[in-house]
């Protein structure tokens, strides 16, 4: 009778060989997969947009602010608070997210297809460039950088190459180091990608709070607003003001743009004068409101305010 040795470490399974241990193990252990592929793509992605999408809409009321400033009222007198502000934007987040998804694919698909025409360089060259610490926080430092753009543009018109030495000397002085630390634990990476989305975010928010506001001098000299203002939730109706009691044309019958209304009080702006003022809602009617009215070729406000000067 034979006999059969048994390992504690192995123990003997009848119709099972080492092999097939070994190849079950190997099958059993998950793979490690590559962050290099388009899922890892659209996980940056995914992680990088959040943060943009929270500081640009943080800072968007301090553009409404500045907006509603050049007419001389705050947004609270308008009528805007935080939740007037979102339902106004509602429809041109929904826009955004229509044309964000399909651009979203078209950048996926763009890297996908130059990855395997370049058969694997492409992906390749962008995992070295993630395994070098230095470069991917210099990259980072400069992208942060470049975000004060904005900012400097409000504080002051500075020249464009001082701009570009100003951006660069700040994220080299103060973005790189602390990105190169960062980079030496998986949380510190991930810090680092919310930190860079929320400063492209605030830098964004900055350039739009400028464009925000050459928009609204635009309203006061010419009468009209562009599509910008619309987006952001700016109205651009004008109305004929009349007598509550008599139901009469005030003001000669002209249009007014009506900026909005808060405790009873609506605030107009007299493009013919260049002026912003108040009445009561209870002694105002307003009629032939319109929306987005069409002006002819070089019309521009301020005739009654020349004629006075």
């Avoid at 099972?16 to 190997?26: G, K, L």
């Avoid at 509602?90 to 979203?104: E, K």
Wanted: proline residues 4%.
């Amino acid at each position: 009778m034979s006999r059969h040795e048994i390992s504690l470490e192995h123990p003997y399974i009848p119709g099972h060989s080492e092999s097939d241990t070994s190849h079950s193990e190997s099958a059993a252990s998950p793979e490690v997969e590559s962050d290099g592929g388009v899922l890892g793509l659209l996980e940056r992605i995914g992680s990088v947009i959040i943060p943009i999408g929270v500081a640009l809409y943080a800072v968007l009321y301090l553009g409404v602010e500045e907006m509603y400033g050049i007419f001389g009222i705050s947004p609270q007198q308008a009528g805007i608070d935080q939740s007037v502000l979102l339902g106004r934007l509602m429809g041109t987040l929904i826009l955004m997210l229509l044309i964000g998804i399909p651009a979203l694919g078209l950048i996926v698909g763009f890297c996908w297809v130059a990855d395997k025409l370049t058969r694997g360089a492409l992906g390749r060259l962008v995992q070295a460039l993630r395994r070098r610490p230095w470069i991917s926080a210099l990259i980072a430092a400069l992208w942060s950088g470049a975000t004060y753009w904005g900012l400097f543009d409000i504080l002051g018109d500075l020249d464009i190459a001082v701009m570009v030495v100003t951006a660069v000397g700040l994220g080299v002085l103060t973005f790189l180091i602390p990105f190169r630390l960062l980079r030496r634990k998986p949380v510190g990476r991930a810090g680092t990608k919310i930190l860079v989305g929320g400063l492209t975010g605030v830098g964004v928010g900055f350039l739009l709070i400028l464009a925000m506001a050459q928009g609204a001098v635009e309203v006061q000299e010419t009468g009209q607003a562009n599509d910008l203002l619309g987006y952001v939730g700016f109205q651009d109706q004008w109305t004929i003001i009349k007598n509550a009691e008599d139901d009469k044309p005030l003001y000669d019958g002209r249009w007014m743009m009506l900026l909005g209304e808060s405790d009873g009080t609506y605030v107009f702006y007299d493009c013919d004068k260049l002026e912003t003022f108040r009445r009561p809602m209870e002694t105002t009617n307003l009629s032939d409101i319109q929306l987005d009215p069409e002006r002819e070729p070089g019309f521009t406000c301020g005739s009654l305010a020349e004629g006075n000067s």
